[in-house]
Nanobody, 123 residues
Framework: VQLQASGGGVVPAGGSLKLSCIAS????????LAWFRQAAGKERELVAA???????YYEDSVKGRFTISRDNDKNTVSLQMKTLKPEDTAVYYC??????????????????WGQGTQVTVSS
């Protein structure tokens, strides 16, 4: 599975961005999908996830502002980000791992990664 993320950019505080990630090689339906982010000088953290059992996860600071969605027919996963804050500034990575059931919170649990896309929110 190869992942390619896109959609990052510079946006003022309060603005919106939509990140997209497309996979090649295999269908998404049995994969857990996630978006991580890594701010400068900080560890990579899970932002949102869509697990193949149908459940979703959001990190507390993005609840109500970010929405993860997947299209298994098109092998894509998106992250709609609204009401962006300067603290959302980071490199965002899409990730995937084969998982018919279960939840996956940790970086090491994901086997496939996109190249990262920079999101910068100006104050």
């Amino acid at each position: 599975v190869q992942l390619q993320a896109s959609g990052g950019g510079v946006v003022p505080a309060g603005g919106s961005l939509k990140l997209s990630c497309i996979a090649s090689g295999r269908t998404f339906s049995s994969y857990a999908l996630a978006w991580f982010r890594q701010a400068a000088g900080k560890e990579r953290e899970l932002v949102a996830a869509s697990w193949s059992g149908g459940s979703t996860y959001y990190e507390d600071s993005v609840k109500g502002r970010f929405t993860i969605s997947r299209d298994n027919d098109k092998n894509t996963v998106s992250l709609q980000m609204k009401t962006l804050k300067p603290e959302d500034t980071a490199v965002y990575y899409c990730a995937a791992t084969l998982g018919v059931t279960g939840v996956y919170y940790w970086e090491y649990e994901y086997d496939y990664w996109g190249q990262g896309t920079q999101v910068t929110v100006s104050s």
